[in-house]
Every structure is written in C-alpha cells, then in structure tokens.
C-alpha cells in the first residue's frame, strides 16, 4: 500500500490454499492438503473431521495473476482474494474416494495419528504430514480443521470476465478431484484405486435411481452398475440403501447412498447435489420411488390416497425438475419414468393410484415433446404385477379390495429383474433412438 501511495501501480493477490494444476497436479509436495490425501489413502483411513478444505488450482491463480498485470489500468489498487468461494467438506472427499474405488474406513481422529506414526518410518510425506500436524494442531484436529477462514471475493469474481475467464472460479467438484487422483497415482505419490472391472455399454455413464431401496429400483440399480454405470441411490431409508450400496460395492461396481424423501423438494436437491460432487452430472435418471395402496374410491382412506399422489406424482415432478436443468445444459440425458399397466388402463381397487400413472403418463409424454428437441429421452414404463413389497396389503388399507382386486396368487407375476432388463434396453440405445414407452406385463395375465 506504501507503494501504491508514491503512485507505483500495484494489485494485491491473497491467495487461500494452492493446490496442483489441472492438467498435471503438479502440486507443492509440502502442501497440507496434498499430505492429507496421502495421509488417508496410504492408511486407508479417513478421520473423523469437522473440516471444510478451501483450495484453488494454481494454473488459474497464475492466469488470473498474469491477466490482471496485463491490465494495469483497469486493476491497479484493488486486492483480489483468491480463496475458493465453495469450499468442500472433508468427508464429502472421503465419500468420493470411496465411490472411486478406495476402500477406506472411518476412525478416529486420534487413531488415525497411531496408525501415521507406524507408517511414518517407511513413508517420507506421512513423516512431513505428522511433523506439520504436530506444529498445527498440537491439541487435537477439531481445533485446527475447525477453523476456515472467509474472504470477499465479490471484487474477484465481478473482474473474471474482464480478464477472460467467464466460466468462473473453479469448482472443487468430480471431475476436477478424478484428474488429481489419477495424475498423482501415476507419478506414485497416491495409491491406484480398484478399478470398476465391469466394462458394459454404460461405463463412466451416472445414474440415479429412485426407489433404490426395494423392488423394481434395487433391481435397476444393480443391473445398471453391472453394465458400468456409476450409480446414486435414493429412497428414504439409509439402512437399505447401505445394503444395496454394499451389493453392487462387492460386485465391483460404484455406488453411492443419497437418502432422500421425494416428497421434499429439498431432499431431493441435496441428493441430486451429493450425487454431483460424488458422481459428476446424473446422464440417466430413473424414477422407481412410489406406493400402492388397494383402496376403493368410497373407502375414506384419505391419508393413503393424498400419499399416493404426493409419492407418485409430486415426488416425480421433484427429481424431474432437480436434474432437468442439467440434462438441458449438457444437451442429453434420458429420463426412465416408472409408469405401470395402470397408467393405460383404469384397475378397479385402485382408482387413485390409477389417476396417478395417468398423471405420469401424461406428464411424461408432453415433457418428451418439450425436450425431445434438446437431446433428451424420455422413457415411460408400464410393468403389470411385479413381485415386490409394493403388492403388500398394508394394515390400513382397504383389505376387501385387496383380497378381490389383487393379482397375487392368480398368476406368475414379473420378478423385478425383468422390468429391469427392459429399462436396460432403453438406455442402451443409440442417442437417435428414442424407446418411449415399455409394456411389460406377465404373459397371463394381459391388459
Ligand atoms: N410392483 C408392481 O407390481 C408394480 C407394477 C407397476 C408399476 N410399479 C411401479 O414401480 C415402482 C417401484 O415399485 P416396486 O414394486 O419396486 O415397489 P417397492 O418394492 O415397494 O419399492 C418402492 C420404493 O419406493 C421408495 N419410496 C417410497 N416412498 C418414497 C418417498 N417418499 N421418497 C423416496 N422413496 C420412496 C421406497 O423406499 P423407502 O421406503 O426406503 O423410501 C422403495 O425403494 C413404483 O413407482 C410402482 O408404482 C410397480
């Protein structure tokens, strides 16, 4: 600032965390975080931190720096803050390595430091690591990892389009955390992840499916991830989307949980969020989640028939209007909507739930219209009876109209995988084929 006083033409640069290029990750191989990553991935453990890591790409400091200099008279006096505006949360990271191909387990903060200081003796970054560690944060993580500091960035990012750098700040986000992991495995300063070994049609594809937990959903999920597709799984329960996870983990396929409600539109925007950071942008979505209920128009069960439409046409119109915007963005994408046999034709015992396919039909048809235009797919399936959960009688619904309307015990009904084989189908079609509608019915018994 004395020098700006005697009329010297100076910029100030604050920089926050400087981390590897993006195309090398050529990286300053004393930088916290950069011990960090090694840290985790040589012990295989990720400690329990409250840790929001900041950090910026250094060829774009560079570039912001070299552009700003260039332009002394637009920028001279002002001091730019370059501190990522979105910092990530440290076990968002460790997540992403997990889905990567990384097995990690969570531990202790003061565990982890055990397990460092045997590794330390064999490994020279784990021994800097330790040393650094010792001098921050001599009384434990949460104090130190706790501590982020903000900066204004306002004046920053209104001069990014003067100096020719519209598309922004970088986003620590997949794609830029892959071409690290992949760039410092190759020089041997990280461990190689296992590597998905299932190679199908869909490989490097994301998925996300609703409904994931059960039935129709679990049985998409997997044969998606056996067809090389990197899926997010949603549903309300985490207990089971654990299990599913765990299943399609041990058949060497990636896999993430995002517990969500659908009915919540912002569940559903944290999911579609997890699944961005974790995943990258979904390219497919299929939408499993939804109830049945038997219940005859004049049975009074309103709870059940206001559930039915929430679950089965709001909780859609959520997860389609979270990822859209995407889809459109990129230009493709395939949306796999879970109709039913009920949604083109009227069953009796379940008139709302009829009403609700109708709903999906229509609705999918006139969204088909509007983007197929914008390198979209839109896909309605129609299964007849599937043996899952779903073809319970639940204890306050209308046991009359189950008993007389259901299908169960009068046919050999569909088992999830052939519904999911059909959805197969339809995604695995060149982008010039639209398959928009799927009638999957037991043999005996169609409509
Ligand atoms: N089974 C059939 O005969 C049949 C026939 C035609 C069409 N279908 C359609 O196929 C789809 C899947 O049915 P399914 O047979 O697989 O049923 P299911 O086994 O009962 O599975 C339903 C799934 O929906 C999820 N779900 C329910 N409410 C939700 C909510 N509010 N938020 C998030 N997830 C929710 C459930 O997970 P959580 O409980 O963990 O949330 C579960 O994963 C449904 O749309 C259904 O209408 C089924």
């Known amino acids: 600032m004395k020098a700006r006083a005697r009329g010297m033409p100076v910029i100030v640069y604050r920089l926050g965390n400087q981390a590897g290029d993006r195309a090398n990750a050529a990286w300053n191989p004393q930088d916290l975080t950069l011990l960090m990553l090694q840290g985790v991935l040589r012990s295989g453990q990720a400690p329990r931190l409250n840790w929001r890591l900041e950090f910026t790409p250094v060829d774009f400091t560079s570039e912001v720096i070299v552009r700003a200099m260039a332009q002394l008279s637009l920028h001279a006096g002002k001091i730019f803050h370059l501190v990522n505006p979105q910092p990530i949360s440290f076990d968002l990271l460790c997540d992403w390595l997990s889905v990567s191909g990384y097995t990690l387990r969570r531990v202790d903060y003061a565990d982890w430091l055990v397990e460092l200081r045997q590794l330390a003796e064999a490994c020279q970054p784990i021994a800097s690591l330790l040393r650094l560690l010792e001098e ?34 970088p986003a620590i986000e997949s794609s830029l955390l892959a071409v690290y992991v992949a760039r410092l495995a190759e020089r041997g300063l990280l461990p190689r992840a296992r590597r998905n070994t299932s190679g199908g049609a869909l490989l490097g594809k994301v998925a996300m499916v609703t409904g994931a937990s059960s039935g129709i959903g679990q049985a998409v999920a997997q044969a998606l991830a056996r067809d090389g597709c990197q899926v997010a799984l949603v549903a309300r329960r985490a ?35 997890r699944c961005r950071s974790l995943l990258g942008q979904p390219d497919i979505l299929v939408n499993s989640a939804g109830v049945m209920y038997y219940t005859r128009a004049f049975s009074g069960l ?37 109709s039913s046999d009920a949604g083109r034709a009227p069953f009796p015992g379940l008139a709302v739930y009829t009403g609700s396919k109708f709903f999906v039909e229509g609705y999918s048809r006139a969204l088909r219209l509007e983007v197929a235009s914008r390198g979209l797919r839109v896909t309605c399936v129609q299964p007849g009876d599937v043996r899952t959960p779903l073809q319970a009688c ?36 060149p982008p010039h084929v639209g398959v928009n509608e799927i009638l999957v019915e037991s043999r005996e018994a169609p409509i």
Do not use: W
């Not at 919540?264 to 944290?270: G, L, M, N, T, W």
């Open 394 to 429: 639940r204890d306050d619904a209308d046991s009359e109209a189950h008993k007389e309307f259901s299908g169960q015990g009068k046919y050999t009904m569909l088992e999830p995988e052939d519904v999911a084989r059909a959805i197969l189908y339809a995604v695995q079609q």
């Open 239 to 273: 207990d089971q989307l654990e299990q599913v996870r765990q299943g399609i983990l041990a058949a060497q396929g990636v896999a993430v949980a995002c517990p969500a409600d659908v009915t919540s539109r912002a569940e559903v925007e944290a999911a579609v969020a």
């Open 302 to 338: 309103t709870h059940l028939t206001d559930r039915t439409i929430d679950v089965n046409c709001r909780g859609l119109v959520h997860t389609v209007e979270a990822v859209l915007p995407i889809m459109l963005d990129r230009g493709g994408g395939h949306i796999v909507n879970l």
């Open 136 to 169: 921050l944060a001599p009384s434990g993580g949460s104090q130190y990892f706790g501590q982020l500091s903000t900066f204004d960035s306002r004046q920053l990012r209104a001069a990014l389009p003067s100096l020719g750098l519209e598309s922004g700040y």
